[in-house]
């Protein structure tokens, strides 16, 4: 299209899709690899252990290429001739280990079941890229062969253990409690704040199974819940409960001669103090069996 205030200057943004596809390289490689082991064994009659492992693995590399003569993305014409490499490499990296003790016993109309579990995982990300301007010609195209280049990478870690204490019990099929206790650790927080309780407990009251209620009634099935517990959010951004550092420069000497050398200063405020945010949640909630459960209505209230 034509400008008429820059006086019929050509100032199309537009690309040309025939020439990006057959003059300009845009190649994207991408791995995935996830891999799960489990084993159970059983101790003695109700008690057993499992553990578990699991591992995710994703990479992507991109390499991208545009000679001098295809415009850049919203260039204004005439293009700029110069021609533009990239080359990017992009990982993450999970692992999650879980290991659980269960006990399970009945005796007459009662039943207990009783977990222990502990978990541990990392997620590891990695990023780099090269960047390259005014390549000797379309010919090689590595970053090495650029007039000009910069560069940049980033690495990220975060762990995470977790204990976990439950109890279930049931008589009858009547009257059921569960109580269960978290303890959390997140190594985005500062040492002395890494750490969080999570409690909860549970209750529930089956009335259609009571000997009062009629056998023969409308509502064959109604039951009575309620639960309370606290929960615990640690997404906050990488290290931000401990001191960074990041790479700056720094001028030394006078007006008249000055060198710059490459040094380190803090890059954020870290709060030693910040912790989990958690979160109280009750909740009570009844269900409804009609004409033989063909009806079931479940009423929740937050």
């Known amino acids: 299209m034509l400008d008429e205030l820059k006086k019929g200057q050509n100032v199309a943004k537009l690309q040309n899709p025939i020439t990006l596809a057959k003059m300009q390289t845009n190649e994207l490689q991408n791995r995935t690899f996830i891999g799960n082991a489990d084993l159970e064994y059983t101790i003695i009659e109700g008690l057993k252990v499992n553990t578990a492992f ?13 000679p001098k003569s295809v415009s850049h993305a919203n260039e204004m014409a005439p293009i700029k001739s110069y021609n533009y490499g990239l080359n990017s490499r992009s990982s993450i990296f999970n692992w999650i280990s879980e290991t659980n003790v269960t006990y399970n016993v009945n005796f007459g109309d009662h039943n207990l079941n009783v977990l222990g579990n502990f978990s541990a995982q990392k997620e590891t990300i990695s990023f780099s890229m090269l960047e390259g301007q005014n390549f000797p010609n379309d010919n090689v195209t590595t970053i090495n062969t650029a007039a000009t280049s910069t560069g940049s990478s980033i690495g990220q870690e975060a762990a995470m253990a977790s204990f976990l204490g439950r109890v279930m019990y049931s008589y009858g099929s009547k009257y059921m409690l ?3 206790l978290r303890y959390d650790g997140s190594f985005r927080f500062a040492a002395n704040s890494r750490w969080g309780w999570f409690p909860s407990v549970s209750g529930g009251w089956n009335i259609s199974q009571e000997s009062f209620y009629p056998k023969k009634a409308l509502v064959n099935n109604l039951k009575l819940r309620a639960s309370y517990g606290i929960t615990g959010n640690a997404e906050i951004p990488y290290y931000g409960g401990v001191p960074v550092l990041a790479a700056n420069n720094y001028i030394f000497g006078n007006s008249t001669s000055k060198d710059i050398a490459l040094g380190f200063s803090p890059e954020n405020a870290p709060n030693k103090d910040l912790s989990w945010e958690s979160t109280s949640t009750v909740n009570l ?7 033989n459960n063909n009806l079931q209505v479940t009423i929740d209230a937050y």
């Open 178 to 180: 569960s109580a269960s």
């Open 285 to 291: 909630g009844i269900d409804v069996g009609l004409w």
């Open 54 to 66: 699991g591992v995710e693995s994703m990479g992507l590399h991109r390499t991208f290429y545009r």
